[in-house]
């Protein structure tokens, strides 16, 4: 039976020329980065490599992207990082010991600000934070996922110290507005300035679903911190990076949250995984080259799945934003985008995703699902109960996440046989009777 | 996914008691949308012994193999056979259940105890009770949900 992958959010296939790129880096070019011997720099040249494409892509510097373990790690930096680091002010030996003292008395009381919908490594380093002392905030979504920024200007205070939105997420693919979200705390920022309160709010966000897919400029949007991966981007899974504005490292804004070595600008400390660092690059080389093409290609098929499951299958719902036709017409794709090009999500009235998509897996196909069944703690996802579904509609929850490799005979698969899938779970649900019919 | 038994999904894409039942004498129930599974038991019981079952179920992989399993085991038992049926039955007759998927198999129990009650109302001319006690919906420690 062939496989048909649409798992794409969870992870992706590596491309052939990303493999092709690391493979040598497992063989030959195997030395530490770190030695100071020719056979060390041609590896340190290759991460350096890395880094620079990985900037360039999102308009940075190189010297402000770092490698990390992936996005878990990048996020648990970002957020602990910036959290703890005025305890690093309280050890600055040109502050006296009064200020000191009131340096780390403040420190936990500080304020992050966040989303309901952040993926389970941010909100879980901020419930974390939260037992430290800190004060979090999460915002409420609409019922398309999206966060107001207003929401986020009515929630600032003069403890604030970080503002944390995911960039698109990864259940439903609501795209949020990066630029109008930075420009909110650029102008808090310049208030803060003209008060002469010397800390900025910073800004981060978690674009691992969202890079390669859409625009992502760190200027425009005025971001400080992005934390970045390589697996959902057809490189390997284990790498990833956080860039770094370099004020922050500057003026040690951040701090480290892994000690060691001086790796990473003393930011990270641990041997570079060079061969992951290496194919990391090569993705993000090859994903921002074909980026129109890809996101014309899976907007495509995206678009044929939901027209096809809507046009076959009665009582279901779209989660997440509603698309938008042909407006992508002579426009740029991040004046477009609310919605990521790869993510469908339904919610199918009186029948539960796991079954849904196990039936689906029994076919080949691949899916995933925010039903409590699937959940380890029995709960449907949290995302779906923030944007306002009830818990039949989380339950009745499936996900086809795309990717680049994916094909037009491989949605038409999917068409022909998800209906007649739905329809049968329909015929032995107890409530599915009045919902089977067009 | 979890890694269910072959015979789990083989009852689960072909179902052998899968749907309703129009001359069934006793209808049971159990769960709710809220847990993710709901399960309803037809029965046709004639001289005390279980002739006919049918099940209806909303509910994930396990929940729909399980009540079809409980469907076969309880076909052609005596009443007080069936009720002395346990969820343990039902897990062995799937092969391996993965332990978080046991209280679908409980529920199953739980549904078909309730439509042997329904029948015994019914003979002794007692209406059903439709308002259920209130009860955590998936019997375990981790889903403490009351609903």
Redesign the interface.
Known sequence: MKQIYMDNGATTKIDPNVLKEMMPYFTDKYANPSSFHSFGQEAKDAVEKSRLIIAKAINADDKEIFFTSGGTESNNLALKGIAFSCKNRSDNKSLDQSEKNASKKNCTENQIITTKIEHKCILNTCRWLEEQGFKITYLEVDKEGFVNPEDIRKSITDKTILVSIIHANNEVGTIQDLEAIGKVIADVNKYRKKRNINSRIYFHTDACQSFTKTELDVQKYNLDLVTLNAHKIHGPKGVGALFIRRELIQKGKIISWQHGGSHESGIRAGTENVHGIVGFGKAVEVGMKDMEKNVKHMTLLRDRLIDGIISAVPNIKLNGPAIQKDSRKNKKISETDRRLCNNINFSFRAIEGESLGGYLDQKGICSSTGSACNAINLEPSYVLTAMGLDDEEANGSLRLSLSKFNTEEEVDYVLKVLPKIVEKLRFISPIGKEVNIK | ?LK?SKET?KR??E?RF??EMDDANAVG?EGN????????IYLKVEDGVIKDIR???????A??ASTDALCEIVKGKTLEEAKKMTWKDVVDNLGEVPP?KYHCSIMGIEALQDAIKNYEDKEKGIAKDSKKQKRPC?Y?E??GKTV
């Open positions: 996914m269910y999904m689960f894409t179902p899968a749907g129930e949308l809220k847990c993710g599974d709901m399960m309803r099940f209806l179920t909303y509910g994930c992989v929940a729909i978080i998936c375990q981790c889903c």
